[in-house]
C-alpha cells in the first residue's frame, strides 16, 4: 500500500483548504514519479536534530492542551525511523498502466474472498446500510484494498513513523499534524507507543484510517466503549460507513458504471472535470456496455476514460468522488467500484484494459520536449504527464489524424516516434538512460 498520506486524513474547520493541498500532492505521489528531495543528513547531526524535534513537538503537544503524562510517557519513547524516510523518498520508477493496477487488486482470489467474506458478515454489515446508507459490497470491496481483508494491518510503529515525518521538512506540518492526533488517540486510551502499529505513514487498522480520520470518524460499535479498528470488525465497518457517509455518499445510487462511447466520441470531453448530465451523455450516444441507453436518472457523471481509447469507458457518478475523499486516486476509486461490483456478483469489465507497457519518466519527458518543440504548451517538461500534457498530445492526435484520446499507449508512442525528433536512448521499463 503506498500513498496514505492523504487517505482519511481530515481536519475541520479548514478540510476543504487542505483537501485541494492534498490533492496537489496526492497526484504527484500516485503513480506518477515525485521530485527529488534532498537525501536527510548524516547520522550523528541527524540524531541530534531529531531530539531537538522532539523537544518541539512536545512543546507544541502541550500548547494544544495534551495531556502533560501523555506527552513525556509517548514522544519520550519516540525512535527515529530512517526506513520510514527511505518509504517516503521512494521514487516510482514507472507509471503504473491502469491494467497492472487492476490486475493486481482486482483479481479472482480477492473477489472470491470477497464474496465469502460478505456472506459471513452479512448481518453486521447490512445495518450498516440502513443507518449510514452504505450496502455491504463497498465496505468489503474497502477492506480487501486496504489490508487484504485484514490480513495486513501493518507493523510499523506509529508514533515512530509519524514523529520521524514530522521531522523532516517534505510534509512536516501535515505529519505534525497527524502525531497529534494521534496523541491525542493515546489520551483516550484507543492504543499507546507500544501498541500502536500500521502503515509507515501511519494508517491503522482494518480500513488503515489515518489518526486524524481515527479521532474524528472512528466509533465503537460492539459495546465495550472502545473504538478498535484492529481488533473489532464491528468497530472497523461501522467506523468505515461512518466516514463514507460524512464524506457525502448518496444512498442507493452506484459509484458509476463501464459504458460504451460512440465512434467518434470526443475524448476531450473525458475527465472528471467535466460534468454533464446523464440525459447529455445519453444524447451523444453514450450506452452501457449491452448498447443501451444509460438509465434516466437525474444526476450528473463524468466520463473516464483510464487507459484510452482502446481500454474501458467508465461513467461516474458522486460516489465516485466520495471514494476519492477516501483515497485521491482515479485508480483506487475504479478498483473499489469494481471489486465492490464483482463481490456483488457482477461480471468482468466488457472491454480489458490493455497491457501497455509501463511509461518511465524518461519518456515522458521526451514526449513533453519533442511536443514543445513542435510548438504545443505541455507546460514544464517534469516528466508527470499532467493534464496539460494530455490535452497537447490530443492536439497532436488531432492535428495528425489520430484517435485523439490524449493517453500515451503503446501505440501512440509508436506513432510519435515516427513523426517528432528522436527519442534520447535507452528510455523504456527495464533500462535506465
Ligand atoms: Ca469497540
Given at each position: 500500500?503506498?500513498?496514505y498520506?492523504?487517505?482519511?486524513?481530515?481536519?475541520?474547520p479548514?478540510?476543504?483548504?487542505?483537501?485541494?493541498l492534498?490533492?496537489?500532492?496526492?497526484?504527484?505521489?500516485?503513480?506518477?514519479?515525485?521530485a527529488?528531495?534532498?537525501?536527510?543528513?548524516?547520522?550523528?547531526?541527524?540524531?541530534?536534530?531529531?531530539?531537538?524535534?522532539?523537544?518541539?513537538?512536545?512543546?507544541?503537544?502541550?500548547?494544544?492542551?495534551?495531556?502533560p503524562?501523555?506527552?513525556?510517557?509517548?514522544?519520550g519513547?519516540?525512535?527515529?525511523?530512517?526506513?520510514?524516510?527511505?518509504?517516503?523518498?521512494?521514487?516510482?520508477?514507472?507509471?503504473?498502466?491502469?491494467?497492472?493496477?487492476?490486475?493486481?487488486?482486482?483479481?479472482?482470489?480477492?473477489?472470491?474472498?470477497?464474496?465469502?467474506?460478505?456472506?459471513?458478515?452479512?448481518?453486521?454489515?447490512?445495518?450498516?446500510?440502513?443507518?449510514?446508507?452504505?450496502?455491504?459490497?463497498?465496505?468489503v470491496?474497502?477492506?480487501?484494498?486496504?489490508?487484504?481483508?485484514?490480513?495486513?494491518?501493518?507493523?510499523?510503529?506509529?508514533?515512530?513513523?509519524?514523529?520521524?515525518?514530522?521531522?523532516?521538512?517534505?510534509?512536516?506540518?501535515?505529519?505534525?499534524?497527524e502525531?497529534?492526533?494521534?496523541?491525542?488517540?493515546?489520551?483516550?486510551?484507543?492504543?499507546?507507543?507500544?501498541?500502536?502499529?500500521?502503515?509507515?505513514?501511519?494508517?491503522?487498522?482494518?480500513?488503515?484510517?489515518?489518526?486524524?480520520?481515527?479521532?474524528?470518524?472512528?466509533?465503537?460499535?460492539?459495546?465495550?466503549?472502545?473504538?478498535?479498528?484492529?481488533?473489532?470488525?464491528?468497530?472497523?465497518?461501522?467506523s468505515?460507513?461512518h466516514?463514507?457517509?460524512?464524506?457525502?455518499?448518496?444512498?442507493?445510487?452506484?459509484?458509476?458504471?463501464?459504458?460504451?462511447?460512440?465512434?467518434?466520441?470526443?475524448?476531450?470531453?473525458?475527465?472528471?472535470?467535466?460534468?454533464?448530465?446523464?440525459?447529455?451523455?445519453?444524447?451523444l450516444?453514450?450506452?452501457?456496455?449491452?448498447?443501451?441507453?444509460?438509465?434516466?436518472?437525474?444526476l450528473?457523471?463524468?466520463?473516464?476514460?483510464?487507459?484510452?481509447?482502446?481500454?474501458?469507458?467508465?461513467?461516474?457518478?458522486?460516489?465516485?468522488?466520495?471514494?476519492?475523499?477516501?483515497?485521491?486516486?482515479?485508480?483506487?476509486?475504479l478498483?473499489?467500484?469494481?471489486l465492490?461490483?464483482?463481490?456483488?456478483?457482477?461480471?468482468?469489465?466488457s472491454?480489458?484494459?490493455?497491457?501497455?507497457?509501463?511509461?518511465?519518466?524518461?519518456?515522458?519527458?521526451?514526449?513533453q520536449?519533442?511536443?514543445?518543440?513542435?510548438?504545443?504548451d505541455?507546460?514544464?517538461?517534469?516528466?508527470?504527464?499532467?493534464?496539460?500534457?494530455?490535452?497537447?498530445?490530443?492536439?497532436?492526435?488531432?492535428?495528425?489524424?489520430?484517435?485523439?484520446?490524449?493517453?500515451?499507449?503503446?501505440?501512440?508512442?509508436?506513432?510519435?516516434?515516427?513523426?517528432?525528433?528522436?527519442?534520447?536512448?535507452?528510455?523504456?521499463?527495464?533500462?535506465?538512460?
Amino acid at each position: 500500500m503506498k500513498s496514505y498520506d492523504c487517505k482519511m486524513a481530515w481536519r475541520l474547520p479548514g478540510w476543504v483548504a487542505w483537501g485541494v493541498l492534498c490533492l496537489g500532492w496526492a497526484g504527484l505521489l500516485r503513480a506518477e514519479p515525485v521530485a527529488v528531495t534532498p537525501a536527510p543528513a548524516p547520522e550523528a547531526a541527524q540524531q541530534a536534530e531529531f531530539s531537538q524535534c522532539v523537544a518541539q513537538l512536545q512543546q507544541r503537544a502541550l500548547a494544544e492542551a495534551i495531556d502533560p503524562r501523555v506527552v513525556e510517557t509517548q514522544l519520550g519513547a519516540v525512535s527515529y525511523v530512517a526506513r520510514v524516510i527511505e518509504l517516503d523518498r521512494r521514487q516510482p520508477e514507472f507509471t503504473e498502466t491502469f491494467h497492472n493496477y487492476l490486475g493486481q487488486r482486482v483479481n479472482e482470489q480477492r473477489i472470491e474472498t470477497g464474496r465469502r467474506l460478505l456472506k459471513q458478515h452479512y448481518d453486521l454489515l447490512l445495518p450498516l446500510t440502513r443507518q449510514y446508507g452504505i450496502p455491504p459490497q463497498y465496505l468489503v470491496a474497502f477492506w480487501g484494498l486496504e489490508t487484504n481483508f485484514g490480513s495486513y494491518l501493518g507493523k510499523m510503529n506509529v508514533l515512530d513513523s509519524l514523529t520521524t515525518l514530522a521531522c523532516d521538512p517534505r510534509r512536516s506540518e501535515f505529519f505534525t499534524q497527524e502525531l497529534m492526533e494521534a496523541l491525542r488517540l493515546v489520551e483516550a486510551g484507543v492504543a499507546d507507543h507500544g501498541t500502536m502499529l500500521g502503515s509507515w505513514a501511519g494508517a491503522m487498522g482494518n480500513m488503515q484510517f489515518m489518526p486524524s480520520a481515527y479521532r474524528r470518524f472512528a466509533l465503537d460499535a460492539d459495546g465495550d466503549n472502545k473504538a478498535d479498528l484492529w481488533n473489532s470488525l464491528p468497530d472497523a465497518f461501522t467506523s468505515a460507513a461512518h466516514f463514507l457517509n460524512q464524506l457525502g455518499w448518496e444512498r442507493n445510487l452506484r459509484w458509476g458504471r463501464e459504458v460504451r462511447l460512440p465512434p467518434g466520441f470526443d475524448y476531450a470531453l473525458a475527465g472528471r472535470d467535466v460534468h454533464k448530465p446523464l440525459s447529455e451523455w445519453r444524447r451523444l450516444g453514450i450506452t452501457d456496455v449491452a448498447g443501451n441507453r444509460l438509465p434516466d436518472l437525474p444526476l450528473t457523471a463524468s466520463v473516464i476514460v483510464p487507459s484510452g481509447h482502446r481500454g474501458p469507458a467508465f461513467v461516474v457518478y458522486r460516489n465516485f468522488d466520495v471514494i476519492m475523499g477516501w483515497n485521491r486516486s482515479e485508480y483506487y476509486a475504479l478498483a473499489v467500484g469494481h471489486l465492490a461490483d464483482r463481490i456483488n456478483g457482477g461480471g468482468e469489465l466488457s472491454v480489458t484494459p490493455p497491457n501497455d507497457e509501463r511509461l518511465t519518466l524518461a519518456t515522458v519527458q521526451w514526449v513533453q520536449g519533442a511536443l514543445t518543440q513542435a510548438g504545443y504548451d505541455v507546460g514544464p517538461v517534469d516528466g508527470i504527464f499532467g493534464t496539460r500534457t494530455k490535452r497537447a498530445l490530443r492536439d497532436l492526435q488531432k492535428s495528425r489524424g489520430w484517435v485523439a484520446d490524449g493517453y500515451l499507449s503503446d501505440e501512440t508512442l509508436e506513432q510519435l516516434r515516427a513523426v517528432l525528433p528522436a527519442e534520447p536512448t535507452p528510455t523504456r521499463s527495464g533500462e535506465q538512460p
